[in-house]
């Protein structure tokens, strides 16, 4: 299971994910939870855990990638080509008249977020049933946090999951506690 926490800001928050698969840096400008390439590259994140950026709409997700030392580029906006060099997760939100035949972006896996006005981060979920029985990697996103992962889990059989808002404080500072506890959840699920 891929466990990602998203949102990193900190050194702290990126130490309290530990036993997560991939840390998400979060380079869209208008987040409460951006952060700038230099601090990204000074957060120091253990071995064999992937960093992906998050990015919306952004020309220069390669230049960034590079910069902030990055595995992963994760693309929330309306993209519609994929850039070379490094490996690609798309996001897509699931609203009521998604489709998984939707899922034909060239990338090695799908994040499915719930609906809204932002871009991430809204806490909100979505129908997880829509995401089982994909035939492409899947990471469940939106309104994730201890209290169900597990069941989402349970319900959509992803590949992986992904938590930001919910396990948060205030907008880009995690609670350590339910860090902590969603990782080890999904991890048994």
Known sequence: ?????????NQADADAAAGAGALGFNF????PRYVSP?????????????R?????NEPQAVAIARQARLDVIQLHGDEDTAPSGFPVWKAFRV????????LTFPAEAF?????????????????WSRAKGAA?????????GPDNVQQA???????????????????GIKDHEKVARFIELALTA
């Open 153 to 171: 889990i349970a319900t959509a059989r992803p590949w992986g999951v992904d938590a930001c808002s919910r396990l948060e404080l205030k907008p």
């Open 52 to 56: 992906v950026g998050v990015f919306v």
């Open 1 to 9: 299971m891929m466990v990602k926490v998203c949102g990193i800001t």
């Open 28 to 31: 869209y400008a208008k987040s």
């Open 111 to 127: 994040l499915l977020d719930a609906p809204g006005d932002l871009y991430g981060g809204s806490g909100h979920t979505f129908d």
């Open 38 to 50: 230099e601090v990204a590259a000074g957060i120091v994140t253990a071995p064999g855990v992937l």
């Open 95 to 102: 609203s009521s008249d998604f489709s998984m035949d939707r």
């Open 136 to 144: 492409r990697k899947i990471l469940l996103a939106g309104g994730l």
